[in-house]
């Protein structure tokens, strides 16, 4: 599994990296994988406020739906578009296909380092 | 096989509709269509000959075991189908006057009669079509308790994370916020989290009992109690209500509002698309709310109005109330009690075959497997064991539900399967195990028996094809 160490993790499963003040939002490896093929993505607007550990918006696959949790409280700067006409993106490249990036940031969830993360993700799978 | 379109041809047709015995009436210029409707033409044989096919690729209760959990799929009898194809009731039109169909009006009469006496409310409407349509109606008529008293800062729907995802959906439909309370390991409402939820933005709670996994809540009383005192309303979705009838009733449990799924509990047809009915049942204090009919009554003044045109699908209520008449008191505990003893023992007759549940001791009218364990070790999945069931000619559990169990079967077997029909069934699923252990490759191929064997459900989802390409564009 794949578990880049550059970036910081919730424990429901997303990735964040900051940049320059900008926030951006993606679902891990894990995530994709436990999901399956994700069909649908569903996204927030531009503007959009956001809170740490309330839904951003939700994820389809062909088991279930999912709510996406914002990592951090802020307004959404943008989102990736992309996935609205080919959400397997998310499948492919977790780490690329990011869903929103975040500015104005004024709060965090707890997140985790990479080795956490990983540690998180071997008590998930038991 | 062929569809329907590509057996069509030009000028044939048949006379299986009856001839019009009412002055046509011609619609205005403007809503006519410039084309006539690319309808298939087709004669009686060949049409005949279409349904059958299709039917064979069907698979139903009379079909065989049939154990979809959460969807109580009971044998449905036969006198259900008489009593609904009585002239009386099938020839009545929508704007009759009502004291020309007093019989329709008493059917809903007794049917209410009945059903408040098994859920413990007491009123209920027939309007609603189904559950879903049920739970959008029960909290239309929570949040018009509210308004009517001035309380306009409840906006929030507390639901359990095991809940069935129609209530979270019906409470976003409804205006409402939804927030999630967690189970505890046990898979049981988690108190304190419920009392750290609720609050003055509390307008209700939504709940099955047993819950979703096939538990009694056995803290109920308490649940209702919390939700009470933050001023919150409790609703009951009737989707487990086979496992109790007859032997405890949400009313006595502290809900207010509930629905039922008369497709489900009490035996009318479904699963092929409807038609459904969802009643809702209320106690007194939110009558006045109700949605009005012709002939269910009610209305008012504060009335949320009606939720479904003319007399909804009557014909499911007359199917339910023939059941009931039929069973009667002792009957429906009866089913009750039955349902709840199959899935126990085809819960243990698993157990002992090497299956893991995903929750410890005695369930419910259901039970959940996990197939985690399993899956890790042969690399056999839920989805593989439920295909492998197809090859066996037994329709699969639900899978992947709840969502709080990885890899979930879940089984409600229902009170009218005999217990040869669970032993078979559960030397099926032992059979499974053992393939997959010994050769798990086979059972990713499974099922080989089918017409259809594993259909692309990404594509379906990403690029659905949901209209028929006339070859002429």
């Given at each position: 599994?794949?578990?880049?160490?550059?970036?910081?993790?919730?424990?429901?499963?997303?990735?964040?990296?900051?940049?320059d003040?900008?926030?951006?939002?993606?679902?891990?490896?894990?995530?994709?994988?436990?999901?399956?093929?994700?069909?649908?993505?569903?996204?927030?607007?531009?503007?959009?406020?956001?809170?740490?550990?309330?839904?951003?918006?939700?994820?389809?696959?062909?088991?279930?739906?999912?709510?996406?949790?914002?990592?951090?409280?802020?307004?959404?700067?943008?989102?990736?578009?992309?996935?609205?006409?080919?959400?397997?993106?998310?499948?492919?490249?977790?780490?690329?296909?990011?869903?929103?990036?975040?500015?104005?940031?004024?709060?965090?969830?707890?997140?985790l380092?990479?080795?956490?993360?990983?540690?998180?993700?071997?008590?998930?799978?038991? | 096989?062929?569809?329907?379109?590509?057996?069509?041809?030009?000028?044939?047709?048949?006379?299986?509709?009856?001839?019009?015995?009412v002055?046509?009436?011609?619609?205005?210029?403007?809503?006519?269509?410039?084309?006539?409707?690319?309808?298939?033409?087709?004669?009686?044989?060949?049409?005949?000959?279409?349904?059958?096919?299709?039917?064979?690729?069907?698979?139903?209760?009379?079909?065989?075991?049939?154990p979809?959990?959460?969807?109580?799929?009971?044998?449905?009898?036969?006198?259900?189908?008489?009593?609904?194809?009585?002239?009386?009731?099938?020839?009545?039109?929508?704007?009759?006057?009502?004291?020309?169909?007093?019989?329709?009006?008493?059917?809903?009469?007794?049917?209410?009669?009945l059903?408040?006496?098994?859920?413990?409310?007491?009123?209920?409407?027939?309007?609603?079509?189904?559950?879903?349509?049920?739970?959008?109606?029960?909290?239309?008529?929570?949040?018009?308790?509210?308004?009517?008293?001035?309380?306009?800062?409840?906006?929030?729907?507390?639901v359990?994370?095991?809940?069935?995802?129609?209530?979270?959906?019906?409470?976003?439909?409804?205006?409402?916020?939804?927030?999630?309370?967690p189970?505890?390991?046990?898979?049981?409402?988690?108190?304190?989290?419920?009392?750290?939820a609720?609050?003055?933005?509390?307008?209700?709670?939504?709940?099955?009992?047993?819950?979703?996994?096939?538990?009694?809540?056995?803290?109920?009383?308490?649940?209702?109690?919390?939700?009470?005192?933050?001023?919150?309303?409790?609703?009951?979705?009737?989707?487990?209500?086979?496992?109790?009838?007859?032997?405890?009733?949400?009313?006595?449990?502290?809900?207010?509002?509930?629905?039922l799924?008369?497709?489900?509990?009490?035996?009318?047809?479904?699963?092929?698309g409807?038609?459904g009915?969802?009643?809702?049942?209320?106690?007194?204090?939110?009558?006045?709310?109700?949605?009005?009919?012709?002939?269910?009554?009610?209305?008012?003044?504060?009335?949320?109005?009606?939720?479904?045109?003319?007399?909804?699908?009557?014909?499911?209520?007359?199917?339910?109330l023939?059941?009931?008449?039929?069973?009667?008191?002792?009957?429906?505990?009866?089913?009750?009690?039955?349902?709840?003893?199959?899935?126990?023992?085809?819960?243990?007759?698993?157990?002992?075959?090497?299956?893991?549940?995903?929750?410890?001791?005695?369930?419910?009218?259901?039970?959940?497997?996990?197939?985690?364990?399993?899956?890790?070790?042969?690399?056999?999945?839920?989805?593989?064991?439920?295909?492998?069931?197809?090859?066996?000619g037994?329709?699969?559990?639900?899978?992947?539900?709840?969502?709080?169990?990885?890899?979930?079967?879940?089984?409600?077997?229902?009170?009218?399967?005999?217990?040869?029909?669970?032993?078979?069934a559960?030397?099926?699923?032992?059979?499974?195990?053992?393939?997959?252990?010994?050769?798990?490759?086979?059972?990713?191929?499974?099922?080989?028996?089918?017409?259809?064997?594993?259909?692309?459900?990404?594509?379906?989802?990403?690029?659905?094809?949901?209209?028929?390409?006339?070859?002429?564009?």
């Open positions: 599994m794949n578990i880049p160490d550059e970036l910081r993790y919730t424990k429901s499963h997303e990735w964040l990296k900051e940049e003040g900008i926030y951006t939002v993606g679902l891990t490896d894990f995530a994709q994988h436990a999901l399956g093929d994700i069909v649908f993505v569903n996204l927030p607007q531009e503007g959009d406020p956001l809170t740490a550990g309330e839904a951003l918006g939700d994820v389809e696959s062909v088991k279930a739906v999912s709510d996406v949790i914002s990592p951090v409280s802020g307004v959404v700067k943008a989102v990736n578009e992309e996935l609205l006409d080919n959400p397997a993106l998310v499948n492919e490249d977790p780490y690329g296909a990011w869903l929103v990036q975040v500015e104005e940031v004024s709060d965090e969830e707890e997140l380092d990479a080795a956490a993360y990983e540690a998180h993700c071997a008590g998930e799978e038991g | 096989m062929k569809l329907i379109f590509e057996r069509s041809r030009p000028g044939r047709g048949n006379d299986i509709l009856p001839p019009l015995d002055p046509a009436a011609p619609l205005p210029e403007e809503y006519r269509r410039k084309a006539p409707p690319r309808l298939p033409e087709i004669g009686e044989s060949d049409l005949s000959r279409h349904y059958q096919a299709l039917s064979r690729r069907a698979f139903g209760v009379c079909d065989g075991f049939y979809l959990g959460s969807c109580t799929m009971k044998y449905n009898p036969k006198l259900g189908e008489e009593m609904a194809s009585l002239p009386g009731f099938t020839g009545i039109h929508p704007l009759q006057p009502i004291q020309t169909i007093l019989g329709c009006q008493k059917v809903i009469t007794q049917a209410e009669y059903l408040c006496e098994v859920t413990g409310m007491d009123a209920m409407t027939f309007q609603p079509a189904a559950g879903a349509h049920g739970e959008f109606t029960g909290l239309l008529l929570i949040k018009a308790y509210h308004h009517s008293r001035g309380d306009t800062g409840r906006t929030v729907i507390l359990p994370d095991s809940a069935h995802g129609t209530n979270p959906a019906s409470a976003a439909m409804a205006g409402f916020t939804v927030k999630n309370i189970s505890t390991p046990e898979g049981l409402v988690d108190l304190e989290a419920l009392k750290a609720c609050g003055p933005d509390t307008a209700g709670l939504m709940l099955t009992n047993p819950n979703t996994v096939g538990l009694f809540e056995r803290d109920i009383l308490d649940i209702t109690a919390i939700v009470h005192e933050a001023g919150g309303l409790v609703y009951y979705d009737g989707a487990n209500l086979n496992a109790i009838m007859g032997v405890a009733r949400p009313g006595d449990m502290g809900f207010d509002v509930c629905h799924n008369l497709h489900k509990t009490f035996a009318t047809p479904h699963g092929g409807g038609p009915s969802g009643p809702v049942g209320v106690k007194e204090f939110l009558i006045p709310f109700l949605p009005g009919s012709a002939l269910g009554g009610y209305g008012g003044e504060q009335s949320i109005g009606q939720v479904r045109a003319f007399h909804a699908n009557f014909l499911v209520v007359v199917r339910a023939a059941y009931l008449l039929r069973l009667g008191n002792a009957g429906i505990a009866e089913a009750a009690h039955t349902a709840v003893l199959n899935a126990n023992y085809l819960k243990q007759k698993l157990e002992e075959a090497g299956y893991t549940a995903a929750f410890p001791g005695l369930c419910m009218h259901e039970f959940v497997l996990t197939l985690e364990g399993l899956k890790k070790e042969t690399g056999v999945s839920a989805l593989d064991a439920a295909k492998a069931m197809l090859d066996a037994i329709h699969p559990p639900t899978m992947y539900f709840p969502l709080i169990v990885h890899e979930a079967l879940m089984f409600e077997p229902t009170e009218t399967e005999t217990p040869d029909t669970l032993d078979e559960a030397a099926v699923l032992a059979e499974i195990l053992r393939r997959a252990k010994e050769n798990p490759e086979a059972l990713h191929a499974a099922p080989v028996t089918t017409v259809i064997g594993r259909p692309d459900e990404t594509a379906a989802a990403r690029r659905p094809v949901v209209r028929y390409a006339f070859p002429e564009g």
